[in-house]
């Protein structure tokens, strides 16, 4: 083999080494960065499945207790029924034990089965369990709270189940508030349930399936199974701040149950503020105060307190306040404040904006008000007289040159 065909040799093998080594990288995959666990160190959490329920007067109530591990250690958490309603035996078990303490790896939960037997004669009403979970070394609890809403026994009702997982909801009285229920079928056949509601006066209840918006009127559920429905509340518009019952019927031939959810309504909170004539624009001089009226007024359906102001301004400019603020406004009252702007002593003529906030308890409104800085009236006298200067230097050269 000639010494060219070396040469060619060695090239081509050097283009295949240059060529592999670009294309290396490519090839093999990049490492997956290593996912940062975000868990506290430790945690523990306890809860059942529904806060509240609704049951026929005698019945049983069964379900699971989860105790769950939130940390990156592994816990023992002890478990106990710290507080159980009068005339009812509350009880604990995990497989065919009567259960006080688990062991619960990190990141994991475990269930226990929860059986609250009401004595005979217990009659309708309300009924709070309370369960309590904590480390071994005592430095994590968590505590729960189970409300049993007993309800007279009705023709038919034990075919029906309901469980409100949040019978109560509380907001502004522009909201929206949804509930979720779960239709328990406890008889042995295929059913359909009509479903209706009462509730005050001009409010707007509809029904609907869960996490899908289409109104419905029935809904059906087979033999032994459940199916969440959501109950949708919009309250009137002028419903005042206060607790609303709204009872929830879910019917089936003659079985019949019946929930009670509560909306507890807080108002609504809404400031408007402006100036009296309307005119959001002022006069004013570098570095001279102009002052103008602001006022405040509670648009919404509940008390505003503590009612602040702030101003949004250019550099070395002033804004003060008088009052510097208001304690509380209720409902509709209008009240006026003092507002004071002092432009910088070095602004220059033009238009600035000046940002006037009003800051109220879960409210805020905001007034821009233009300012247009004008020049000082001094000034205008200064360049009269430097004209009058200026006439008066060139009429003394005219009528000197004039002589010779």
């Given at each position: ?183 328990l079928n406890k008889s042995e056949m295929e059913r359909t349930f009509n ?78 503020a402006g100036t009296p004539n309307g005119i959001l624009s002022l006069e ?76 109220g308890e879960k409210s805020d409104k905001t007034v821009e008000m233009r ?34």
């Open positions: 083999m000639g010494h060219g065909a070396c040469v060619r040799k060695s090239s081509v093998v050097a283009i295949i080494l240059i060529i592999l080594l670009v294309l290396l990288p490519a090839l093999v995959p990049a490492a997956e960065p290593e996912k940062k666990d975000s868990r506290p160190e430790r945690g523990i959490a306890v809860y059942t499945d529904y806060s509240g329920v609704a049951v026929a007067r005698g019945e049983n109530v069964q379900m699971e207790l989860t105790l769950e591990n939130k940390g990156r250690a592994d816990e023992n958490i002890d478990v106990r029924i710290t507080a159980a309603a009068k005339g009812w035996k509350a009880t604990l078990k995990g497989a065919r034990y009567q259960v006080t303490g688990m062991y619960v790896p990190n990141g994991k939960a475990k269930t226990l089965a929860l059986n609250l037997e009401p004595e005979k004669g217990i009659g309708p009403g309300q009924y709070a369990f309370q369960f309590e979970a904590k480390t071994v070394d005592g430095r994590f609890t968590s505590a729960h709270t189970l409300t049993v809403n007993v309800q007279e026994r009705k023709v038919g009702a034990d075919n029906i189940q309901i469980n409100a997982a949040y019978p109560v909801l509380r907001g502004q009285t522009d909201s929206k508030f949804e509930f979720s229920l779960d239709v479903l209706a509601a009462v509730g005050p006066e001009k409010w707007e209840i509809n029904f609907k399936p869960a996490y899908e918006q289409k109104q419905i009127s029935s809904i059906r559920v087979k033999e032994g199974q459940s199916q969440t429905v959501a109950v949708e509340v919009t309250p009137a518009q002028n419903a005042a701040a206060k607790e609303y019952p709204i009872i929830v019927a879910i019917s089936s031939g003659e079985s019949r149950a019946e929930v009670k959810l509560t909306v507890n309504l807080t108002g609504t909170y809404r400031l408007d004013a001089y570098a570095g001279k105060p102009v002052t103008f009226s602001l006022f405040v007024k509670n648009a919404g359906s509940a008390a505003n307190r503590n009612v602040s102001f702030s101003s949004f301004k250019p550099e070395n400019w002033e804004t003060t306040f008088k009052p510097e603020k208001i304690d509380s406004l209720a409902p509709g009252e209008m009240k006026q404040v003092e507002v004071t702007i002092k432009p910088g002593p070095q602004s220059l003529v033009g238009d600035y904006s000046v940002g006037v906030m009003t800051n300012v247009t800085v004008k020049a000082s009236s001094a000034w205008g006298w200064i360049g009269i007289g430097l004209i009058l200067l200026v006439i008066a230097g060139l009429s003394f050269l005219f009528i000197k040159m004039g002589r010779r």
